[in-house]
């Protein structure tokens, strides 16, 4: 019996993923327009190979970029590279489609909700709660905060424990098929790939995991009803 269920963050439940490619390119443009001597092109892939290297949650991207581009270090634009990137994020910070309604939907019928991301804690709490979601959830379980990242067994076994449930009693529903899905099936959890995103078409190797795909967040109370009334679960909702 299906009690918990658990989502990923990042273009499960907010869309960020052209979030994150919009503000990058804003606070590019206004560094050069506030005298950073590069080209567009030139200082945006260099952008994205650093973060490429360093990671999405790196503090200093913008600081590096400059050491990257041979520039002297100029606090003006760094700052105008700072401020219309969380301009941005601010101003088109938004849910995916049909999140807010899967959610109401779900607790409605008496199940209990999670959510297991990577990230920085701050950074994750900060979506959660600028679109009013912390209310659905009982718990938040950050990597950056446990210690450890998706797809490693502790992650999960971690919020299975803080639920009190056995992870044949959850289901994980993510984007990714190798961090949500292949990780949360190692340790016995029903699954749900939501075809959503840059991943929507990537990692495809791992796509066995999937006990069910789909392509909208309104068909999970579907796939949850049919999980508790015990049907096989190579029952897809594929589209």
Do not use: C
Request: aromatic share 12%; glycine share 6%.
């Amino acid at each position: 019996m299906v009690e918990v269920i658990f989502f990923d963050l990042d273009d499960t439940l907010v869309d960020t993923s052209r979030l994150a490619e919009l503000a990058r390119k804003n606070a590019i443009d206004n560094m050069i327009q506030h005298g950073l001597p590069v080209d567009f092109e030139t200082a945006y892939n260099e952008l994205l190979e650093l973060i490429a290297e360093y990671g999405s949650n790196f503090p200093h991207h913008f600081d590096y970029l400059l050491r990257r581009l041979d520039l002297k270090y100029n606090p003006k634009w760094v700052a105008a590279g700072v401020i219309a990137y969380h301009n941005t994020k601010f101003a088109h910070l938004r849910e995916v489609k049909n999140a807010r309604k899967a959610l109401i939907k779900l607790r409605e019928m008496g199940y209990r909700l999670g959510i297991i991301t990577d990230g920085n804690p701050i950074k994750q709490w900060e979506k959660v709660l600028r679109l009013d979601m912390d209310d659905f959830f009982e718990y938040v379980v950050v990597s950056d905060f446990e210690g450890v990242k998706k797809p490693h067994p502790k992650i999960y076994q971690k919020a299975l424990k803080i639920f009190g449930v056995k992870a044949e009693e959850a289901v994980m529903v993510g984007d990714r098929l190798y961090s949500d899905i292949f990780g949360a099936k190692r340790v016995g959890m029903h699954t749900v790939w939501f075809r959503y995103g840059k991943y929507a078409n990537r990692e495809l190797e791992y796509e066995q995991h999937a006990d069910f795909k789909i392509d909208d967040l309104l068909e999970l109370p579907h796939v949850v009803e049919v999980l508790k009334n015990g049907s096989n679960k190579e029952v897809h909702t594929n589209r």
